[in-house]
């Protein structure tokens, strides 16, 4: 059987870019369809509907926004700032994962998770989710390089804030009916068209190979799948779950997590990216887009244990994924105990992170071996808590 590195050639050279609701998305979930049926599994393909698009939101929110100072100006105040709180609040939902109006104008596609169950050796006493996404983003201007991607962050960080300044101008002008308080709200209004401007430029880019992203991850899930396969854990059921349009809003995790409420909270480690050259293991303790959402404390525990015991695996702990999210998010809302893999390097950089450069060539084997690894070490001490408990 396959390693994960000949998971992650197949997935990124031979089928290539594989962007969220597209064919060559739905060929990487066949691939891990036949690589579950070669271990002698039974693969459960679950199709759902997504956005096509993580940037849309985002593009059509600030648009709107922007079209909003016209409005004002030609004297439609009150509608002008009740449309900007409006907007505002529809950002804020769409950066929490909530359904939101933005997403009703969002073009949408098919796409479709996959999973196998492996047994354990002796009954079922709780149960673990072994997630790596499929597809691939796109190659947008803010990740091209370190600078864009500091500009970017700064530009998305300072943005709601700024469009809630807006509003506040444009209410003060509505109440007072003098216009003038929109003169200010022009600066704030830079601002989101430029954040108005990269969400465009990025949905006309090319889809990247995702080697690293998100390759490495679900080639592990699929070299793990078959590894318990070989060597069951005593105590713990594995799910191995390659979800799809995790690049659009995680989109694949939310479908996988409605249709199997009946699991209760099982444990759900997500794999992803974890082949950056210069990279450890890393295992995060919270990501945050707008709420932060926190790792297990107990998961975390038993990481931190492992990385101490085993110092050879060279694994660090990540306070806080800021800015960005993981299919870890949408299960962490829902109340799932979560431990997300993303191997960022020591000074924060995720390698070839969104860039046409994140290729075969490009992940280091090692990193990759060093991770699985660890990983195998953290079911090992998951199942054996199910073992004293
Ligand atoms: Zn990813």
Redesign the pocket.
Known sequence: MPSTMEHAAHLSAIIGPRGSTTDREREAAEYAVQTFRALGLEPRVEPFVSATSAWRPFAIATGGMLLMIPVFFLGGRWIAALGLFLLILCVAMELAFAPNPLRWFVPKGRSQNVYAVLPPAGPVRQRVILCG?LD??RTPWAFSSLRALAIYRALVTLGLPGAVGMGGLFLIGAATGNPNWGLPALLPGLLLAAVFGMAIQADLTPYTH?AN??AT?AGMVLALAERLRREPLQHTEVWALCTGC??VGAYGAAAFIRRHRDLGRPIFIVL??LGGPGSGPCYLAQETMLLPLRSDPELLTLADRIARERPDLGAYRWPNFRGAY??GAPAARAGWRVLTF?NLRPDGVLPHWHQPSDVYENVDPEVVARTEAFVWELLQAIDDMAERA
């Open positions: 996404h691939t983003h995702g992203d998100n991850g995790e690049e992803d990216t993981t299919d993303v």
